[in-house]
């Protein structure tokens, strides 16, 4: 109904493919996210679940704050590869620190397959540092903010196929990311970013996030 156009977007933001635009994809098929849903009365039910803070607290603390919030929608892939994410770090778009009392929850809204780009993460790469981001120089392009770290393309990550309502929780200095979506469905997912309400806001100038 967001991509509709059924229920007023509010606050959130609609983010399209750029080869599905290409090829005059609409509605559903068009968009590859919806950010910034965190007050949508039906997501808010997701986002404010006790069983899902019990966990969150584990990382950030009792005093919880939601800093960013997504549906996941990752159409069918057009051909260009547009719909995989490169290698990344969620730090890197988050000005706030300490990156210790932050964390991701990303929920499966259906199965989610390596057919279909399921995360893919590299093991350990937590406890490292945060890493110089760009877009990448793919030949179908790139969608827009999807940054990646350079030169780890031809890492050996490790997949993580979910089950329906599966959820995980990882640090912001993961390195991670998505395949391609090689099927005719969709593969949706919800996910979002708690911090400690203690957090403070940095300075990026000089730094990695400047750019």
């Given at each position: 109904?967001?991509?509709?156009?059924?229920?007023?977007?509010?606050?959130?933001?609609?983010?399209?493919?750029?080869?599905?635009?290409?090829?005059?994809?609409?509605?559903?098929?068009?968009?590859?996210?919806?950010?910034?849903?965190?007050?949508?009365?039906?997501?808010?039910?997701?986002?404010?679940?006790?069983?899902?803070l019990?966990y969150?607290?584990?990382?950030?603390?009792?005093?919880?704050?939601?800093?960013?919030?997504?549906?996941i929608?990752?159409?069918?892939?057009?051909?260009?590869?547009?719909?995989?994410?490169?290698?990344?770090?969620?730090?890197?778009?988050?000005?706030?620190?300490?990156?210790?009392?932050?964390?991701?929850?990303?929920?499966?809204?259906?199965?989610?397959?390596?057919?279909?780009?399921?995360?893919?993460?590299?093991?350990?790469?937590?406890?490292?540092?945060?890493?110089?981001?760009?877009?990448?120089?793919?030949?179908?392009?790139?969608?827009?903010?999807?940054?990646?770290?350079?030169?780890?393309?031809?890492?050996?990550?490790?997949?993580l196929?979910?089950?329906?309502?599966?959820?995980?929780?990882?640090?912001?200095?993961?390195?991670h990311?998505?395949?391609?979506?090689?099927?005719?469905?969709?593969?949706?997912?919800?996910?979002?970013?708690?911090?400690?309400?203690?957090?403070?806001?940095?300075?990026?100038?000089?730094t990695?996030?400047?750019?």
């Amino acid at each position: 109904d967001y991509c509709d156009g059924v229920i007023p977007k509010g606050g959130a933001t609609l983010m399209k493919d750029i080869s599905l635009l290409k090829k005059g994809a609409r509605g559903v098929y068009l968009y590859n996210k919806i950010q910034d849903i965190l007050f949508d009365e039906i997501f808010e039910k997701y986002f404010f679940h006790s069983q899902l803070l019990d966990y969150v607290s584990c990382f950030t603390g009792p005093n919880i704050r939601a800093m960013h919030s997504m549906l996941i929608n990752k159409p069918p892939d057009s051909g260009a590869l547009t719909s995989r994410h490169p290698l990344h770090q969620d730090l890197y778009y988050f000005p706030f620190r300490p990156a210790d009392h932050i964390v991701a929850a990303w929920t499966a809204m259906e199965p989610v397959t390596t057919s279909n780009g399921c995360l893919v993460v590299l093991p350990g790469t937590h406890k490292g540092e945060l890493l110089q981001h760009d877009y990448p120089s793919w030949e179908g392009g790139v969608n827009k903010a999807y940054h990646g770290i350079q030169g780890c393309d031809d890492y050996e990550t490790v997949p993580l196929p979910m089950d329906k309502g599966d959820t995980v929780f990882f640090h912001p200095l993961l390195i991670h990311g998505s395949g391609i979506n090689k099927t005719p469905g969709f593969r949706k997912a919800i996910s979002c970013h708690y911090s400690t309400s203690d957090c403070k806001y940095i300075d990026v100038y000089g730094t990695v996030q400047e750019k």
